[in-house]
């Protein structure tokens, strides 16, 4: 209707005038000047955007859910063997050499126990359908190294838009939830369709976890800061919870980095130096030492530790990935040297 739109903007022209509009009414005596509202001002919305499933029968629904899930398996299986189908040079690791990272899925915590009796909290990630999305070479991001772009969790194609499945299609990728960078040295280049599991990393060296935290809102000084706040007594007046002097007039101003009021948690943050303590090739879980940033459920970026103190545990792990088609073999289960495993005795008699 366009007709609707230059009468919203005419009447609109004419109730700015004033608070009301004036109408001539035509009436047996002559024309009168009435006050009051003369118009009531309506727009025409039309919303032509649809859920993919909404003209469509639940036996339809079901065929392209089926139809979707077989792809996605063929197309994940084809990857299954990245070393014999056209493989890229792999190099030998050297001082300075930077691997890929994983996207994992956080499940949550556990308990561990050493040799020694010492109780450890674990948190288990799980390496779901991650694989290497795209090399991009250095000379295009004006960096000194080049990245890689890894993806992981495969997630519905319905709801995501036509420009990123076409890019999928071209890999021969499922689509995926979450798609981070990975700065690499240039011996540790991965072919873009490579697969990478929980074997990637081993037990024993230290990793560094990224995820956003768990958002809290806007928090005044005492629960984000931790702030004893102001006495319950004694003359104060609404101030029991608030931060009290921010500056003096010596200073004259607010110094940068105040702890006040604001924004609490939703924010990407990264623990560094946890140690691995336990790798489940089968299920492709990682057991990593203490907490990690996010809540139950959400995906984590995990790469070998940048600390100087832990750099030369990467000497001896997969370069420059675990390849599931290659020659080591490994067992199911892999612990740490100082981790108790219950299938072996608990007391030992001499």
């Known amino acids: ?201 081993r037990p024993g060296q230290y990793v560094d976890v990224t995820a956003k935290t768990i958002g809290k809102g806007f928090q005044g000084v005492m629960k984000r800061w931790g702030f004893k706040g102001q006495p319950a007594s004694h003359g104060q007046t609404k101030t029991h919870r608030r931060p009290g002097a921010i500056s003096n007039s010596g200073v004259g101003r607010v110094l940068k980095g105040k702890k006040m009021p604001g924004q609490m948690g939703n924010w990407y943050r990264t623990t560094r130096g946890l140690k691995v303590w336990r790798v489940s090739v089968k299920h492709n879980l990682l057991y990593v030492n203490g907490a990690v940033p996010g809540y139950k459920g959400c995906l984590v970026k995990v790469s070998d530790s940048n600390l100087r103190h832990y750099r030369d545990y990467s000497k001896n792990l997969p370069f420059p990935t675990y390849f599931a088609d290659g020659e080591e073999e490994l067992s199911d289960e892999l612990y740490d040297e100082e981790v108790f495993q219950f299938t072996e005795p608990s007391i030992v008699f001499s």
């Open 1 to 201: 209707m366009p007709g609707v739109g230059l009468l919203c903007r005419l009447g609109s022209r004419l109730l700015s005038t004033g608070r009301h509009g004036s109408v001539l009414v035509a009436s047996g005596t002559g024309i009168a000047n009435r006050r009051g509202p003369w118009c009531v001002i309506a727009r025409n919305l039309i919303n032509d955007s649809t859920w993919w499933h909404e003209h469509l029968s639940e036996e339809n629904t079901k065929f392209l859910k089926k139809i979707t899930r077989e792809e996605f398996n063929a197309q994940m299986a084809s990857k299954m063997c990245p070393l014999k189908d056209e493989p890229w040079p792999l190099h030998q690791w050297e001082p300075g050499s930077k691997r890929v990272g994983v996207v994992a899925l956080k499940l949550g915590m556990m308990p561990l126990w050493t040799k020694n009796g010492e109780r450890l909290a674990v948190t288990l990630l799980q390496v779901q359908d991650c694989h290497v999305l795209k090399y991009v070479p250095k000379e295009e991001t004006g960096g000194k190294n080049p990245y890689l772009l890894v993806g992981g969790k495969t997630v519905s194609p319905y709801h995501i838009g036509q420009s990123r499945l076409e890019e999928y299609r071209e890999i021969g990728l499922p689509p995926k939830q979450k798609v981070t960078t990975c700065v690499v040295s240039e011996n540790a280049i991965i072919k873009p369709g490579t697969p990478l599991y929980a074997a990637h990393f």
